[in-house]
C-alpha cells in the first residue's frame, strides 16, 4: 500500500471520526432541557447544562425550553351565574418541569400551547360560571384568580407543565350587550331628568304660589293700614276743621263757595245757567255775599 493510498484511507476514517463524532455530540444550554430518544422512544432526561453524548445514528434529542413561559390566548365569551355575558381576556406564565410527561402528552410546545388555552379557558369558565358580575367587581375578584389559578395548576400538571399564574388582564360586556346597556342607561337618565324638572316645576309652582299668597297677604295689610291711617288722618282734618268752622262759621261758608267756584268753572267749555239773584253768585256781588 502505496503513502498515498495510507493518507487517504487516513483521511476517511479521521472524516468518518469527526461525523461520528458531530453525531453523537450535542450542547445543552442553561435555558433548556432534553429528552433523549432511541427510535422514538425516551431513555433519559437531561437538565444539567453543557456537552453532552449520545449514540450516533440510533439516538436523537429533543429539546425543549426550560425559561418561565407567557401564554395570551384570545379572548373568550364567559357566561356569569347571573346570565351575564364577558368577553374575558387572560394570560398565563407557565414553565415545563416535567419533560418526559410533557413529551408524552403533548410532544411539542405548540401542541402545548393549545392544550394549556383549552386548561385555561375551561378553567375560567368553570370557575366564572359559578360568581355574579357584582362578585368579580368586588374583593372577590382575589379569591376568583386564585380558584382559577388552582384549578388550571392542577389540569396543567398532567402535561407535565407547572403553571406560576393566571391573570384576567381585561374582562368587557360584549358590544351588543354594552350598547344595550347604554341605551337603557341613558333611558333611565332621561326618565329620571323628566322626574326632576316635573319636581321643580312643581316645587317651582309651590314656591310662586306661596309668594303669591304672601304677597296679597303683605298688601292687604298694608291697604289695611293705609285706610286705618287715612280714616284717623280724615278723623284729625274734620275735628280740625269743626274747630276752624266752630270759631268762624262765615269764613267757612265762603271757603265752600270758593271751592264750588273753582270746581265748576276750572274747565274751560263750562257753561252755567243761573238767576242773577242766586246765591251761588252772592259772593261775586260783595266779600261778604250780601244781596
Do not use: H
Not at 332621561?190 to 319636581?199: G, I, L, N, T
Amino acid at each position: 500500500m502505496t503513502k498515498s493510498m495510507i493518507f487517504q484511507v487516513g483521511a476517511v476514517v479521521m472524516a468518518a471520526l469527526i461525523i461520528l463524532i458531530l453525531s453523537s455530540a450535542y450542547v445543552v444550554y442553561q435555558s433548556e432541557q432534553a429528552i433523549v430518544l432511541q427510535f422514538g422512544e425516551p431513555v433519559r432526561v437531561v437538565r444539567e447544562a453543557g456537552l453532552k453524548f449520545k449514540v450516533p445514528f440510533v439516538q436523537n434529542v429533543i429539546f425543549y425550553d426550560a425559561r418561565l413561559l407567557n401564554l395570551d390566548p384570545p379572548a373568550q365569551e364567559v357566561v356569569l351565574n347571573d346570565k351575564k355575558r364577558l368577553d374575558v381576556d387572560s394570560f398565563t406564565r407557565y414553565k415545563i418541569i416535567d419533560p418526559l410527561k410533557f413529551y408524552k402528552t403533548v410532544r411539542t410546545e405548540i401542541q402545548a400551547r393549545s392544550k394549556l388555552a383549552e386548561i385555561v379557558n375551561s378553567s375560567l369558565r368553570k370557575v366564572l360560571g359559578r360568581v355574579t358580575l357584582t362578585e368579580l367587581l368586588s374583593e372577590q375578584r382575589t379569591q376568583i384568580m386564585n380558584d382559577i389559578s388552582a384549578t388550571v395548576k392542577k389540569d396543567a400538571e398532567a402535561i407535565g407543565v407547572s403553571v406560576a399564574d393566571v391573570r384576567i388582564r381585561r374582562a368587557d360586556l360584549p358590544i351588543e350587550v354594552m350598547q344595550a346597556i347604554n341605551d337603557r342607561m341613558k333611558t333611565e337618565r332621561q326618565r329620571d331628568a323628566k322626574e326632576f324638572r316635573a319636581k321643580g316645576q312643581q316645587e317651582a309652582q309651590n314656591i310662586r304660589a306661596k309668594a303669591d299668597k304672601e304677597a296679597t297677604i303683605i298688601v292687604a295689610e298694608a291697604e289695611k293700614n293705609a285706610q286705618i291711617i287715612r280714616g284717623e288722618g280724615d278723623k284729625e282734618a274734620v275735628r280740625l276743621w269743626n274747630e276752624t268752622v266752630g270759631q268762624d262759621v262765615g269764613f267757612y261758608d265762603f271757603y265752600r263757595s270758593l271751592t264750588a267756584y273753582r270746581q265748576s268753572l276750572s274747565s274751560d267749555d263750562t257753561s252755567l245757567v243761573l238767576s242773577p239773584d242766586s246765591d251761588f253768585l252772592k259772593y261775586f256781588k260783595n266779600s261778604k255775599g250780601l244781596n
